[in-house]
């Protein structure tokens, strides 16, 4: 007896916004308040798969804002996919490659959900669709993001010795670049070799600014500067990457394989920031790793400073990877001022653990999600034969 095809039956998705425990300083934004788009799919046999997409700072970091990432899968991602066979993932993220342009956050919010739940109807975890997990903890870093030096000092120490993070990444790039670079060098002057000190400038400085400021920040002792830039400046990020020792990373300018391979080829970067919904999701950022480790790049594990949702399913990919010589930063959760797991992710030992459990390991917490969701309890759904 043939066995029925289990089938994408409903489509749902919620925006929560979430408060941040502190100001969130970047060089085009602050943030105060984390919006989290999240997607549920319900399938024909009663299984359900949950996703998520989130960005930074609103429209201010990309093109793709916490409302377009929830128009985009209600009114075209859902229609499309809704009655087609739940097990067939890649055919849902070809179909959503060829029905919708851009939108990369919201196609990975509904990518993780499908992945999630076929996980779940194998009773497997999703790292095992992607080759299986090598690690159940990868090292985790904190983002010093207060703007204050004395601030971020003090939050540096109190991390290092309650054991949760001694790598730290810097946000600067709103003040001059004497003022920055000076700002890092007493920060690190601070932590000493404790902890591992780096920074991103979310491309605000002009190539004569970046020549200054990764000399300065070289000789500060920083370990590496991401996406000093604008995204679209590749041979200013070459000249840089190929002019000190210090690593150059790249964010901003990697939404896919496609520039991925680009930024290889132009020699571009030292070091990949691997993020999954930039990437497109989970299937396209193991691309974007693929050829970071052919091309001898260093990876990183980068966040759009999701909930514990989407921070498990990038834990559940990037616990594949052989070799993330620069760690991870998938503290998403930790910066919110609340969880919204039944079962929050765990940080300790400067490390992250991955999330155990079919799918992506990660339960929401229903009373959380009524509190933080923005539209106080009407969901959108796309329904079959709507």
Same mark, same amino acid.
Do not use: C
């Given at each position: 007896m043939v066995s029925p095809v289990t089938k994408i039956d409903q489509i749902e998705t919620v925006i929560l916004d979430?408060?941040?425990?502190?100001?969130?300083? !970047?060089?085009?934004?602050?943030?105060?308040?984390?919006?989290?788009?999240?997607?549920?799919?319900?399938?024909?046999?009663?299984?359900?798969?949950?996703?998520?997409?989130t960005t930074i700072g609103g429209l201010s970091y990309g093109p793709e804002s916490p409302e377009s990432i929830r128009s985009a899968i209600d009114t075209y991602i859902a229609p499309a996919v809704t009655g087609r066979d739940a097990d067939d993932v890649n055919g849902a993220i070809q179909l959503m490659d060829k029905l919708v342009k851009g939108n990369r956050i919201a196609r990975a919010a509904v990518e993780i959900?499908?992945?999630?739940?076929?996980?779940?109807?194998?009773?497997?975890?999703?790292?095992?669709?992607?080759?299986?997990?090598?690690?159940?903890?990868l090292p985790v870093a904190w983002t010093l993001a207060s703007g204050n030096s004395d601030t971020d000092i003090a939050e540096a120490l109190e991390m290092i010795e309650?054991?949760?993070?001694?790598?730290?990444? !810097?946000?600067?790039?709103?003040?001059?670049v004497a003022e920055d670079v000076a700002h890092v060098a007493r920060i690190k002057r601070a932590v000493g070799d404790a902890a591992s000190v780096r920074v991103d400038v979310n491309t605000a400085w002009s190539l004569q600014d970046a020549r200054w400021g990764l000399k300065g920040l070289q000789d500060a002792g920083c370990e590496l500067v991401e996406q000093p830039v604008p995204a679209r400046q590749r041979r200013?990020?070459?000249?840089?990457?190929?002019?000190?020792?210090?690593?150059?990373?790249?964010?901003?300018?990697?939404?896919?394989?496609?520039?991925?391979?680009?930024?290889?080829?132009?020699?571009?970067?030292?070091?990949?920031?691997?993020?999954?919904?930039?990437?497109g999701g !989970?299937?396209?950022?193991?691309?974007?790793?693929?050829?970071?480790?052919?091309?001898? !790049?260093?990876?990183?594990?980068?966040?759009?400073?999701?909930?514990?949702?989407?921070?498990?399913?990038a834990l559940h990919l990037f616990a594949t990877v052989e070799t993330l010589r620069w760690g991870t930063e998938l503290f998403g959760p930790l910066l919110l001022t609340a969880d919204i797991l039944a079962e929050p992710i765990v940080y300790r030992d400067f490390c992250v653990e991955i999330p155990q459990g079919?799918?992506?390991?990660?339960?929401?917490?229903?009373?959380k999600i009524d509190f933080y969701r923005r539209d106080g309890g009407r969901t959108v759904k796309a329904v079959a034969g709507e």
């Open positions: 979430i408060p941040t425990i502190r100001g969130h300083v !970047l060089s085009m934004a602050t943030m105060r308040v984390q919006a989290a788009v999240l997607v549920r799919v319900r399938f024909s046999d009663g299984s359900e798969g949950i996703g998520e997409g959900a499908l992945w999630d739940g076929l996980a779940k109807r194998l009773g497997v975890p999703v790292s095992q669709l992607f080759g299986g997990a090598v690690h159940d903890r309650t054991r949760r993070h001694n790598i730290f990444k !810097l946000k600067i790039g709103k003040r001059a200013a990020m070459a000249e840089l990457a190929q002019g000190y020792e210090i690593a150059v990373m790249a964010d901003e300018s990697l939404n896919g394989p496609e520039d991925a391979l680009e930024v290889a080829s132009a020699r571009a970067a030292d070091v990949f920031a691997v993020k999954v919904a930039q990437s !989970l299937k396209r950022a193991s691309e974007v790793i693929a050829i970071g480790q052919s091309s001898g !790049l260093g990876l990183y594990a980068g966040t759009m400073l999701e909930t514990g949702l989407g921070t498990a399913a079919p799918g992506i390991g990660a339960t929401l917490d229903p009373d």
